[in-house]
């Protein structure tokens, strides 16, 4: 039976602030991957959103950013090497003590926004943050954009590199998100978010912004929290994927083999 991980990112409110319908779209998704205070999320948020996955079974991974909360991390940064090796490791240190002190465990590491979109292409960048990943546990996961420099690097580090697909997000023609600055780039529309995914998971191909076919393995499809769709969309991709006798389950951590 076919069978692929539905992932979103949660826990990226403020204090005060909430993003996202974090409560609802928990309960049709596998695994989440929580803000961990760069861009978003705090330390309360951290500890109830990593509450709120142990109570609903998911795996819990860490979301990493650039220090950017007023940019809410999408914004591109020039770092060194040792800087982003250093940022991934407090980040993620953090959001694990949080799961351990809360009796679970840790199950992988996704880079947010800018981070991740120019660790996609950036092997050093996405090195360093393999590296981080490592150092800090090896059995660890680190979800990247299919096909890009992030999924290889993991591979030369010698951790477990999990290709992740999008939803909501349309693709370029060399398989990288399209910028959220041009029309079209976010997906609102149920139907072509969920032919979307089928053709993802059942072809292995998606077809970029501009008509192209792009070959992909889809090991994650993410949802993003902050897209008001999110919960329609999460909920109308777990149904429809099930009853196309495809099942909804996380990938568990552990080591490259």
Do not use: W
């Not at 993003?224 to 006798?245: P, Q, T």
């Amino acid at each position: 039976m076919l069978s692929v991980d539905l992932n979103c990112d949660m826990g990226e409110g403020f204090g005060n602030y909430s993003i996202g319908n974090d409560r609802d779209i928990i309960n049709y998704v596998s695994s989440v991957n929580i803000a961990c205070g760069f861009h978003a999320g705090d330390p309360v948020i951290m500890d109830k959103t990593v509450k709120l996955a142990l109570e609903k079974g998911v795996a819990i991974g860490a979301h990493p950013a650039f220090p950017d909360l007023l940019g809410f991390g999408r914004r591109n940064m020039i770092v060194s090497s040792d800087e982003a090796k250093a940022y991934v490791i407090y980040q993620v240190g953090a959001l694990k003590a949080f799961v351990e002190a809360n009796g679970g465990e840790l199950n992988h590491v996704k880079p947010h926004g800018a981070l991740y979109n120019m660790a996609a292409s950036d092997y050093k960048l996405a090195r360093a943050i393999a590296e981080a990943i490592y150092d800090i546990d090896s059995s660890l996961s680190l979800i990247g954009l299919a096909n890009s420099k992030l999924i290889e690097a993991a591979a030369e580090v010698g951790i477990k590199g999990l290709n992740e697909v999008f939803a909501d997000r349309a693709h370029s023609c060399d398989g990288t998100l399209v910028s959220r600055s041009i029309a079209g780039s976010v997906i609102h529309d149920v139907n072509q978010c969920y032919n979307r995914v089928l053709g993802m998971v059942k072809e292995g191909k998606i077809k970029s912004m501009y008509g192209k076919d792009i070959v992909v393995k889809a090991d994650t499809i993410c949802i993003h929290g902050d897209n008001e769709m999110a919960l329609e969309f999460a909920k109308n991709i777990n149904i429809k994927l099930k009853e196309e006798g495809i099942s909804i389950k996380s990938i568990n951590k552990g080591r490259r083999v």
